[in-house]
């Protein structure tokens, strides 16, 4: 892949004196504890073996130059290193601007321009963080051409800063962690409140990981994700006229429950509930994970979804559909959506004996019940972002 890459570089950008180097980032899922990363909880997640590529070689002025083999359509995204604002006629270029803004605001010195290919295998919008892919391949390229000599967790923060504050997307850090700390054939039990990490290894015996894309796309921008976060900001702020925390993820069970009255509005006591049990859930997932249990794990999957669906409504009908079809074959250990929600992808864990059969009675009820076809990948679990290689 990186040969015609290197191909399509030369074809869009002009001959130049300085080497040309390649940074890959993969993107992550999910497998358990969602909407827990900014309340402060434990996330669970793995990177992939497929993400995105960057192509880049330095120029001697101040122009960067970006294009995409996903949005070739756009053509050459040219702007200057003296002008970086957002502006929505840049599109998806807006994310590494982002990453360099954040860079330069920690005061880091990006001193010369450069052009850059970024090629994809993550399908946009599916919530497989492609837009975090992106951010954390810019931060490792500029990291490495600039010598800049950041730290890998803070590069991962100023990744997170840069869709915070110059995109306006209010995510958490799992995406950004996930994609830039991955490690082949371990998952990152992450508690987001301390970035305390500690990776356990993904063995799943017989089975393995599918991914099913609903196809359905959601901005996660203009989804009901930020008013999610307002509700449970209002109901950790009722918490705290009693209780000394500075999340909902410092609380057990029994704690939200004795206390939970305290929340005036009905629906931000239902959102903090998620946010709390789904944390506890993902602590005792890795347990089991670790203790081979591969059955308990599955059915805390199933939990997972369902209060997903009933607490903090970001399911919809496609992922439910998805799901509720995975949940009735044989040989399914457990299922539930990954990533924001309202559209985007499922995570199964299937037997091996089982996939084809999976993949062809789920595709073929969820055509049925949606009108929509979904995409399937069965997945390899991939290495955080790095150099790949390097060309002169």
């Known amino acids: 892949m990186t040969n015609s890459l290197l191909t399509i570089f030369t074809d869009v950008f002009n001959e130049g004196a300085n080497k040309i180097r390649t940074f890959f980032a993969p993107g992550r899922v999910n497998l358990i504890g969602e909407h827990t990363d900014y309340n402060g909880g434990h996330v669970f997640p793995c990177a992939l073996s497929i993400g995105t590529t960057a192509i880049v070689r330095k120029r001697s002025d101040r122009i960067i130059q970006f294009y995409s083999t996903n949005f070739s ?16 006629a840049d599109d998806w270029a807006n994310y590494p601007k982002g990453v360099i803004v954040a860079l330069e605001q920690h005061g880091y010195t990006v001193d010369s321009g450069f052009d850059v290919l970024y090629a994809g295998e993550i399908p946009n919008g599916a919530g497989l963080s492609s837009s975090a892919s992106i951010e954390v391949v810019t931060a490792i390229m500029l990291n490495e051409l600039y010598s800049l000599a950041i730290d890998r967790v803070s590069l991962v923060k100023m990744c997170q800063q840069a869709e ?17 700390m991955g490690k082949e054939k371990n998952a990152i039990l992450l508690d987001c409140d301390t970035l305390d990490y500690t990776y356990s ?15 359905k796309r959601r901005g996660l921008a203009d989804s009901k994700y930020n008013e999610r976060r307002e509700e449970c900001e209002r109901a950790l702020k009722d918490l705290q006229g009693e209780l000394d925390i500075r999340s909902l993820g410092e609380l057990t069970r029994e704690q939200f429950d004795e206390k939970a009255h305290l929340i005036e509005r009905e629906v931000d ?59 009735e074959q044989e040989g399914v250990i457990g299922s539930r959506m990954t990533g924001a929600g309202f559209g985007g992808c499922t995570i199964s864990i299937v037997t091996n004996e089982h996939i084809d059969s999976f993949i062809e009675k789920v595709g073929a009820r969820y055509s049925e019940q949606t009108g929509l076809n979904a995409d399937f990948y069965v997945v390899q679990v991939g290495d955080g972002a790095k150099e790949i290689v390097t060309v002169q």
């Open 269 to 327: 006591r239902i959102r903090a509930k998620h946010a709390v049990y789904e944390n506890a859930r993902t602590i005792e997932a890795v347990k089991k994970l670790q203790a081979g249990d591969i059955a308990g794990f599955g059915q805390l999957m199933n939990a997972s979804h369902i209060s997903l669906r009933d607490d903090y409504e970001v399911t919809g009908k496609e992922l439910d559909a998805l799901v509720e079809a995975a949940w």
């Open 73 to 88: 359509d756009l053509g050459v995204i040219k702007v200057s290193l003296d002008e970086l604002v957002y502006d929505s």
């Open 164 to 180: 915070n504050e110059f995109i306006g997307v209010s995510c958490g850090i799992m995406d950004q962690f996930a994609i830039g």
């Open 201 to 215: 290894p993904l063995d799943l015996a017989a089975a393995s990981l599918i991914i099913a894309n609903t196809n």
